[in-house]
Nanobody
Framework: QVQLVESGGGLVQAGESLRLSCAAS????????LGWYRQAPGKEREFVAVIASSGSRNYADSVKGRFTISRNDVKRTVDLQMNSLKPEDTATYYCNARPRWLNPPAGQWGQGTQVTVSA
């Protein structure tokens, strides 16, 4: 089982950048699809981005061209580079590790990190 700890959230102004990082512990990380989800106040948790061990990536339409997900299985991290942030990106961001044979939103979750974007 994988344990996840996020870091890197904060308060920024619209147009600025933030980089979130998630440290993963546990064995066989290559068997997991790693991803980021977010939840804004009063809304359901939503998909942001995922990356497979092959490097294949998928993004939500709302973040395409602005966010980049990356993983390093040696360092056991998955990062989310967020550029051109908008107030609507404000949310708690959660790291997810999903065994590749399960459908989302299965797997383990981190505790979340807050991102606030002011106008």
């Amino acid at each position: 089982q994988v344990q996840l700890v996020e870091s890197g959230g904060g308060l920024v102004q619209a147009g600025e950048s933030l980089r979130l990082s998630c440290a993963a512990s546990g064995r066989n990380l290559s068997l997991y699809v790693l991803g980021w989800y977010r939840q804004a106040p009063g809304k359901e948790r939503e998909f942001v981005a995922v990356i497979a061990s092959s490097g294949s990536r998928n993004y939500a339409d709302s973040v395409k061209g602005r966010f980049t997900i990356s993983r390093n299985d040696v360092k056991r991290t998955v990062d989310l580079q967020m550029n051109s942030l908008k107030p609507e990106d404000t949310a708690t961001y959660y790291c997810n590790a999903r065994p590749r044979w399960l459908n989302p939103p299965a797997g383990q979750w981190g505790q979340g990190t807050q991102v606030t974007v002011s106008a």
